[in-house]
């Protein structure tokens, strides 16, 4: 068994880590952090754990992470690196679910985030988090940068069609949450009154998903034989809608070759992901119910004949492929074993 921490347990992602490791046959939590429970039971703060025994209840929650061998950190960024930092030290693998190790150049990171990094070092080898590019890169890591979840919806939906190099550099990602991706802490906007029977676009003047969107599709389309550092032109709009999880980008962009059909383009996205455990192209536009619960990333491409557009369609589960999923499936790597353990639970529907 490999011994397990939870750094910020309280969090919703933290939550959803608990529940796909409770299927985990090799994964085992011993210890739980969180702040503001110091001294509680996880019982005390999620009674459900207390439904099955795959979990310890009973675990008490500490302001400092035990000696384990491998640490999921749920802080906000900039709170997170220090404490990467220190679970480093003690020999601990890390997948990190903050934003502090996503992007590879410090400048960018400070530029976004407002915030000096504390080991700008680290940036230019921690492997991004995204298994179906950098699981390689991922096997032989201490860190791993677990991506965001509007970056996992939109990159996912784009980067084969960049690797191919069958679209031009103008991009438009239109891309809607559910609540719960602003996670457990209140505020004003995730106030029931205020969300339901309502969606509202924010982040107009840019989000912090944005620059990792924009680092690995360029990256993608390098593979594809173009240099478009600093020529991809993205433009990326969060939307909350009143529902509890899900996401779903709707991405935009011009084919190279306005003779491809929609069949051409399936191919590409077919062959693409056709050993991807985790990733499903479909011929039909997607539903977050489809993904509610599970850690699959539905995607959807296909050709407005009208305008020769390339319209990509892809949602999943910001709390699991978008998070705590995710998560587990770089820590399998990690530990050389099979990246579907414990991950291959269906969704919830209704």
């Not at 005390?44 to 640490?71: G, K, M, N, R």
């Not at 438009?172 to 205020?194: F, H, M, N």
């Not at 939307?239 to 306005?258: E, F, K, N, S, W």
Request: hydrophobic share 40%; charged share 15%; with cysteine.
């Amino acid at each position: 068994m490999i011994s397990v921490s939870i750094v910020n347990v309280t969090s919703y992602t933290a939550l959803e880590l608990l529940r796909v490791l409770a299927h985990h046959p090799q994964f085992v939590v011993t210890s739980v952090t969180g702040r503001s429970a110091v001294g509680k039971r996880l019982s005390d703060v999620f009674p459900q754990l207390l439904a099955q025994s795959a979990i310890d209840a009973t675990l008490v929650i500490t302001e400092e992470a035990a000696q384990t061998e491998l640490a999921f950190v749920c802080l906000p960024h900039a709170a997170a690196a220090e404490t990467v930092l220190r679970l480093l030290e003690r020999g601990t693998k890390v997948v990190d679910l903050s934003a502090d190790f996503r992007l590879h150049d410090a400048r960018i990171y400070e530029a976004w985030y407002k915030h000096t990094h504390p080991a700008p070092t680290l940036l230019a080898t921690t492997p991004y988090g995204l298994c179906e590019r950098y699981r390689e890169q991922t096997a032989y890591a201490t860190l791993v940068a677990n991506p965001g979840c509007y970056a996992t919806a939109s990159i996912l939906a784009l980067i084969p069609a960049l690797a191919a190099g069958i679209i031009h550099e103008s991009i438009i990602i239109d891309a809607k949450s559910g609540v719960s991706g602003a996670g457990r802490s209140p505020s004003l906007t995730t106030l029931y009154d205020e969300a339901n029977e309502n969606i509202n676009a924010y982040s107009l003047d840019g989000h912090r998903h944005l620059p990792e969107i924009v680092q690995e599709l360029e990256a993608a389309a390098t593979d594809g034989g173009y240099a478009v550092t600093g020529r991809l032109r993205v433009t990326f709009i969060p939307h909350l809608v009143p529902m509890t999880r899900g996401i779903l980008a709707t991405c935009y962009t011009d084919l190279r070759d306005t003779a491809m059909t929609t069949k051409d383009v399936l191919e590409v996205y077919e062959k693409y992901y056709v050993d991807e455990p985790f990733v499903r192209v479909v011929e039909q536009s997607p539903h977050t119910k489809w993904s509610y619960g599970s850690n699959t990333c539905f995607i959807h491409p296909f050709v407005d004949t009208r305008t020769q557009r390339l319209v990509v369609v892809s949602c999943l589960d910001n709390l699991v492929k978008g998070a705590a999923g995710q998560a587990l499936q770089n820590a399998n790597i990690l530990f050389g074993l099979s990246e579907t353990t414990g991950l291959l639970a269906l969704a919830v529907y209704p």
